[in-house]
């Protein structure tokens, strides 16, 4: 069992930087794929990022602007966001999830940002 909690939402100036944090506890954190969710007003839920041991990957939208990471010691992962526009509103969530004898996929509850002058 993992719990994830986010956090660093806010409301932030078009061009500006958030940082948003996912601390998860329970055990084998290291295991685990981390993905980044968004999902906006009246829009489906959309993969933003993802990490696992080895590689990262970003949604075409927000390539080169985003930035995953994870730091296993801590059981910490993040999301660093630049040059944030009007369309990356949205709640985002983080989602850990691996294959064991079953899909195994955790939520957190989910943090609001808000790109808005």
């Known amino acids: 069992q993992v719990q994830l909690v986010e956090s660093g939402g806010g409301l932030v100036q078009p061009g500006g930087s958030l940082r948003l944090s996912c601390e998860a506890s329970?055990?084998?954190?290291?295991?685990?794929?981390i993905q980044w969710y968004r999902q906006a007003p009246g829009k489906q839920r959309e993969l933003v990022a993802l990490?696992?041991?080895?590689?990262?990957n970003y949604a075409d939208a927000v390539k080169g602007r985003f930035t995953i990471s994870r730091d296993n010691a801590k059981n910490m992962a993040y999301l660093q966001m630049n040059s944030l526009k009007p369309e990356d509103t949205a709640v985002y969530y983080c989602?850990?999830?691996?294959?064991?004898?079953?899909?195994?996929?955790?939520w957190g509850q989910g943090t609001q940002v808000t790109v808005s002058s």
């Open positions: 989602n850990a999830i691996r294959w064991a004898t079953e899909l195994l996929s955790y």
């Open positions: 329970g055990s084998d954190f290291s295991l685990y794929v």
């Open positions: 990490i696992n041991k080895v590689s990262t």
